[in-house]
Nanobody
Framework: QVQLVESGGGLVQAGGSLRLSCAAS????????MGWFRQGPGKEREFVAA????????FYADSVKGRFTISRDGAKNTVYLQMNSLKPEDTAVYYC??????????????????WGQGTQVTVTS
């Protein structure tokens, strides 16, 4: 069992930065691949970024590539999403999620086993 708690969301002007954190509980955190998803108003939840269990490989949606960076700290059981050059279209609730290895694509919500409660990010123009 893994429990996930996001933090770090808030209100920021376009061009600004935020760093989201996802604190995980459970001894097996290091075994899971981790992902960030977001859901904007009236939209479906979409993939943002993912990082494999070892941290060696990362994946990004085209819309955030070059602006967002996902990382993980095994000692702190925490995953981060550094968001730079934020745009109004980045406004959404951001969710952290965990998936087991060999359980399908990193990009689909269906393949993640555990989810956090979400944190709101609002970017004003």
């Amino acid at each position: 069992q893994v429990q996930l708690v996001e933090s770090g969301g808030g209100l920021v002007q376009a061009g600004g930065s935020l760093r989201l954190s996802c604190a995980a509980s459970g001894r097996t955190f290091s075994s899971y691949h981790m992902g960030w998803f977001r859901q904007g108003p009236g939209k479906e939840r979409e993939f943002v970024a993912a990082i494999i269990w070892s941290g060696r490989n990362t994946f990004y949606a085209d819309s955030v590539k070059g602006r967002f960076t996902i990382s993980r700290d095994g000692a702190k059981n925490t995953v981060y999403l550094q968001m730079n050059s934020l745009k109004p279209e980045d406004t959404a609730v951001y969710y952290c999620a965990a998936k087991l290895p060999y359980s399908g694509s990193y990009f689909s919500t269906d393949n993640y086993n555990y989810w956090g409660q979400g944190t709101q990010v609002t970017v004003t123009s």
